[in-house]
């Protein structure tokens, strides 16, 4: 049970979590009635977002990964863990989204590099 259960610290990592096969949802939280705030630990977050050169990445990065801790105070205990599930698989997304756009900038630079040379 975790009825006191305010807070969490967690990676930021796909399959965390996994599925309940009796209620075929994710039930790791269901309950957890004063479970408000998420913390990341781990590197991986950090490191990404302290890597994207475009400020308006990194800001928004940033309110992604903070938009759980506005959410789970607004919700029932019956929707934390699929709430939870859903933003890590957005956070992951975005990141991945924004490691790719990077990679595609850094390869039109070197090009542009190469030819100028």
């Not at 994710?26 to 490191?47: I, M, P, S």
């Given at each position: ?17 996994s ?37 308006s990445?990194?800001?928004e990065?940033?309110?992604e ?7 789970l ?19 992951l ?21 190469e030819?100028?040379?």
């Amino acid at each position: 049970d975790c009825e006191r259960l305010q807070r969490i610290a967690i990676p930021l990592k796909i399959d965390l979590f996994s599925l309940d096969d009796l209620f075929e949802k994710y039930t790791q939280f269901d309950g957890c009635e004063l479970l408000v705030k998420v913390d990341l630990v781990g590197e991986t977050h950090t490191k990404t977002v302290a890597s994207l050169h475009m400020g308006s990445w990194s800001t928004e990065m940033q309110e992604e990964i903070n938009r759980i801790n506005q959410v789970l105070p607004t919700i029932s205990g019956e929707l934390k863990s699929d709430e939870i599930r859903q933003w890590m698989d957005a956070v992951l997304d975005k990141m991945d989204h924004y490691k790719a756009k990077h990679l595609r900038y850094v390869e039109e630079a070197t090009t542009l590099l190469e030819l100028s040379l």
